[in-house]
């Protein structure tokens, strides 16, 4: 029993064995047979016609086109959230309240200085405040009397004077006192005129403007506490809650038209002169496969600029989002077609070679290679349009497949 058993595993072993040999000798037969002659196994492609693209791949981020960033104008608390993250909100729509107590103060304050220095302009403008107007206006018809009588006792005395009936020293009198009256008078509208001198009015002039100044940055403020959707759009951030604290410049709210956004590219800077604007940009998002969105340049770089470990130019476009599908600030893909030829001649990129600055192909005629010349235009990362030198539907070889160098005249076989 055990010597039948020894037996059959060697026999198992032996079989193993001439498996192997068998699998050995057939790959040396058939790598004579391709090599036989100095046939070169081959594999090839056709040229063909179909559409090229010259293409720029890099990535971008998604940026609002209209764009709208409320920040808190004082250090006061959030009162009321009338919105929520994501919310479309129409123009004028009251989104956020917040605490108003002490900027109502503050503009009823400077209400106050406003019309107080008011006042003090209407008192120059009409010579002093009202008392002080009426009494120096009594004071003016009082003086106005004053010298009609004088001078109409002057007159009187002159007239007696001449009928020797008043002596000279009465009418001198008379006189004297013509002036003094006439001298009070002048003084009285004299003061009625310059009520206020120059540094005055200019004094009360300049607190006139701090205070409108100071009441209008107090309206200000009480608008920003209150704050309204300036267009159609939508919440997309809100990093407050109600009756959270807020400091001055603190960001309570952003909103945008999404219906068409911004896609910002980071182009290389070896690309960057293969800019134009008008050429076509494709958008996708990882987290939206088989979704595609389309645009054209709208810029080119100005400038190059240092972004992470990458020198880039930025070139922007806007793209259509009207189901709002692409939110602000995500990373997409960006691919920006820079040439597109449609119907042309093409071979796969590992078909054309180069020597001393010619550009040619192996083309397959009758089982042999044959060098030709060509020209070529656009070239991607696995074409090249071939504008001249080779016809439709010509065979060209793309390497051997035991790595033997290929060269014109050199007989090939194509292996599928």
């Given amino acids: 029993m055990a010597l039948q058993e020894t037996h059959s595993g060697l026999l198992g072993r032996h079989r193993w064995l001439l498996w192997t040999a068998g699998i050995v000798a057939g790959v040396v037969v058939l790598a004579s047979f391709m090599s036989h002659g100095d046939v070169v196994p081959v594999q090839a492609a056709t040229v063909e016609r179909s559409t090229i693209r010259s293409v720029i791949s890099t990535n971008g981020k998604v940026e609002p086109l ?3 960033e409320a920040h808190a104008p004082v250090g006061t608390t959030v009162k009321r959230l009338l919105v929520k993250e994501g919310d479309h909100v129409k123009r004028g729509q009251l989104l956020l ?26 008192a120059i403008q009409s010579g002093g405040n009202r008392e002080e107007v009426l009494t120096l206006q009594a004071q003016l018809a009082k003086a106005r009397t004053a010298r009609d009588t004088a001078e109409r006792t ?25 002036k003094s009256s006439n001298a009070d008078l002048l003084l009285l509208e004299q003061k009625q005129k310059d009520r206020y001198s120059r540094p005055e009015i200019v004094q009360v002039q300049s607190q006139q403007s701090q205070a409108q100044a100071a009441y209008a940055a107090a309206q200000d403020v009480l608008s920003q506490l209150n704050i309204r959707a300036p267009f159609d759009g939508v919440v997309y951030s809100l990093p407050v809650h109600q009756g959270a604290y807020v400091n001055s410049g603190d960001l309570v709210l952003q909103a945008a038209d999404l219906s068409r956004v911004l896609v910002r590219a980071f182009v290389d800077e070896p690309d960057v002169g293969r800019l134009m604007p008008g ?12 979704r595609r969105w389309q645009s054209e340049i709208t810029n080119i770089p100005a400038t190059v600029k240092l972004h992470g470990t990458r020198n880039v130019g930025e070139t922007t476009c ?28 093409t071979v796969p990129r590992e078909a054309v070679r180069s020597d001393a600055g010619k550009i040619y192909v192996y083309q397959i005629v009758n089982d042999q290679l044959q060098r030709r010349d060509i020209e070529t235009s656009v070239s ?17 070889a793309l390497t051997s497949l035991n790595s033997k160098p290929l060269h014109d005249g050199l007989a090939v076989r194509v292996i599928h």
């Fill in 154 to 178: 002057l007159e009187a005395l002159e007239h007696l004077q001449q009928q020797g009936a008043a002596s000279s020293g009465e009418v001198a009198l008379a006189r004297d006192q013509v």
């Fill in 66 to 68: 209209h764009n709208f």
């Fill in 279 to 290: 050429q076509l940009i494709e958008v996708t998002w990882d987290a939206m496969p088989g």
């Fill in 97 to 122: 309240r917040l605490d108003d107590a002490e900027a109502r103060s503050e503009a009823a304050r400077a209400l106050a200085q406003l019309r107080a220095s008011q006042a003090e302009i209407s």
């Fill in 380 to 396: 991607n990362l696995t074409q090249v349009e071939v504008t001249g030198g080779i016809q439709v539907n010509a065979a060209v």
């Fill in 318 to 345: 806007a793209v259509d989002n009207r189901d709002f599908a692409l939110l602000p600030n995500v990373n997409v893909s960006v691919t920006i077609v820079t040439e597109e030829h449609r119907d042309v001649l």
